[in-house]
């Protein structure tokens, strides 16, 4: 049974979906103003990983990761210019373009890294009917008042505020800094709806006048609209409990009367020499530049190889541990080749089922990768022992399959048999069986054309006696 620890409730869960087997995840995705860095990369593959396991336990999951392009002010809070456009107006870009280009980038460093996409990506700017309406029920309800303009949470009409975070109204009011719009009644009040001068190039008619949604209203709207008014489970950095989700709460738990989130869990940062690694304090390194010098793939087993509650502290010596890591994940696996299916021996059902019962064991203890990867690693220790002995091709099949499920599919370690990448070698190996197979089962006709098709693409085809074909590429 998996258990999550709930950052709500400071203790470890039973997690049970609402209405199994659905279950709704919603993930505060990048504001898109600049490329993403390690931090970044660890808190997505930790998610990742969530929603991989989460699926192998066959829960039908649905992602919601949003993609903040508005209304993230360079403070975090209610003051400063807005991300998008301070960075348009260094770039001379529109601040969609801005938006284009770096969710584009966040993209790719994730697909590299081998995250699986969301399967809804709601932008910020997409979403601002639903914001105006989120509001005017706020509004309704007593929650929110105007000033100047602004509209504002009155959080005194909230008890709840504080209880996620831990923080006392007296703490709070420390926390916020002076510069606070001197427009609230109250520091604590955050903004809902900002009025834009008119060089605030987003921004959008409500009846408060022209202006633009404050940055937390975004992810209260449209987890609510893809995923219910109570979801199942809400995650994000820690940085990100207060204030950013302490807001999401009151304004949906005020909204609807309802608990707006069941399991909140939040992914430690990446330190360098101990403090968090982050765009403002100028130590980040971004995932583009790291991938210069080692695989995604080596990064993403490095990430793994801690919890996602703890934090990660940046070295290359840890990198250096993940790559021959990954090597021994890989070569174990070419070790196996591709062996045929068949019923396996008692001694290798038994090494399967007892490394799928540790590897579970660990990831249901609210996801301990590195547990989970240490069955992985006894399982490649053990396995090499009984590749030295007598191995049927359906005991490989047996192992191969394990492999790919537990390494692969849930953690999301992509084990290709040549770590140069798009190895020719090993597409020619594969041609080469499907020729086989072609003639095997008498598709001639077939397998002639993949042969002339081959030729002409510049790779030789030779028929070995017993039925096997050898591609070897003309290059
Ligand atoms: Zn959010």
Redesign the pocket.
Known sequence: MLSLYNTMTREKEEFTPMNPPFAGVYV?GPTVYGHSHLGHGKSYVSFDVLLRYLRYLEYKVRYVQ?ITDVGHLTDDADAGEDKLQKQARLEKLEPMEVAEKYTASYFRDMDLLGNLRPDISPRASGHIPEQIELVKTLFEKGHAYEAGGNVYFDVSSFPGYGRLSGRTADDQRTGTRVRSADDKRNPRDFALWKSAGEDHILQWNSPWGWGYPGW?L??SAMAMRYLGETIDIHG?GLE?VFP?HEC?IAQSTAATGKEFVRYWMHNNMVTVDGRKMGKSLGNFTLLRDLYQRWEPMVVRLYILRSHYRSPLDFSDEGLAGAKSGLERLISFKSRLGSPEKGSASEAVLDLVSRTETDFRKAMDDDLNTPGALASLFEYVRAGNILLEGELSEADKHQMTVLLDTLATDVLGVQLASESSGGSSEELCRILGELRGYLRKNKLFQEADKLRDDLSNAGFSVRDLPGGASEVTADL
């Open positions: 505060c949003n937390h975004e992810c994000g990100n950013h999401e």
